[in-house]
């Protein structure tokens, strides 16, 4: 696939911005970046090495809006966000923005924050999130899931992450929660060491993204549709402790 700067701001939706340059992208879902109307470009430090993996993060609220308000007043950065209804938006530049998201990872790392209360005691009537599981997993042991417009979404531009290369910016898709035939749900041993590829906030830190990097793997690596991937990330996962076993779908690969 070719990237291709593009001139003028009305053309800026539906890029990336990476070391100060437009970058037309093929994510399905809408793409609006920074220099996008009303898209807030986050507060970074100065970035000079390599960016080769990507952390997903879950943010324990409702809207993309109080997202990025709790970021500032904690004074935490991340790059790309996912709305409940899959929206994509990016808050600061793939490479040149250093944002504090993932403690030992953030020199080398791309933050993706996908919005969800996280917690049942967070849904209110007429928000998007209709599910909960029981999950020995996660935090308090039970897990609101993402809509399936954010996995979806999740799924799209990680395809896009890992199948693009920019001159400082290269993710493999490498998987780093999966252990031979098992994917971890939750901390995994020498995560906290930086190396390229895929990572949930779960496997270091926090009890964020493991469901989603899962979803996206169905769907990367198994082959799934969507539909499909959504069920078995949440048949999979419903009742796992530590990982998932999915000796099943590796053997239909």
Not at 20 to 48: A, K, S, Y
Not at 177 to 203: N, S, T, V
Not at 215 to 233: F, Q
Request: with cysteine.
């Amino acid at each position: 696939m070719t990237l291709e700067a593009s001139p003028g701001l009305e053309e800026a939706a539906g890029c990336l911005i990476v070391d100060g340059v437009r970058c037309r992208v093929p994510v399905q879902p809408p793409l609006l970046n920074f220099e996008c109307e009303d898209v807030l470009r986050l507060d970074g430090r100065p970035r000079t090495r390599k960016v080769d993996e990507i952390i997903v993060h879950e943010s324990v609220t409702r809207s993309a809006a109080t997202t990025l308000a709790v970021l500032r007043k904690r004074r935490l950065g991340i790059h790309l966000i996912i709305d409940a209804a899959g929206l994509v938006t990016q808050h600061g530049d793939l490479y040149r923005d250093r944002m504090s998201h993932a403690g030992p990872h953030n020199a080398r790392s791309i933050g993706i924050e996908v919005v969800n209360p996280y917690y049942p005691k967070y849904l209110r009537p007429g928000l998007p999130w209709r599910e909960t599981i029981a999950a020995p997993w996660a935090h308090k042991n039970r897990y609101v899931l993402p809509t399936p417009a954010q996995a979806e979404a999740l799924a799209s531009v990680l395809t896009c992450l890992t199948e693009e290369s920019w001159p400082r910016v290269a993710v493999p898709r490498q998987w780093i929660g999966l252990d031979e035939q098992r994917m971890a749900m939750g901390r995994f041993a020498g995560a906290e060491k930086a190396r390229p590829g895929i990572y949930a906030h779960h496997y270091f830190a926090h009890s964020d993204g493991a469901w989603l990097v899962l979803y996206a793997w169905l769907r990367l690596e198994a082959g799934l549709g969507p539909e499909d991937a959504y069920a078995a990330a949440v048949q999979s996962a419903r009742d796992a402790r530590r990982s998932v076993n999915l000796s099943r779908f590796l053997t239909q690969g």
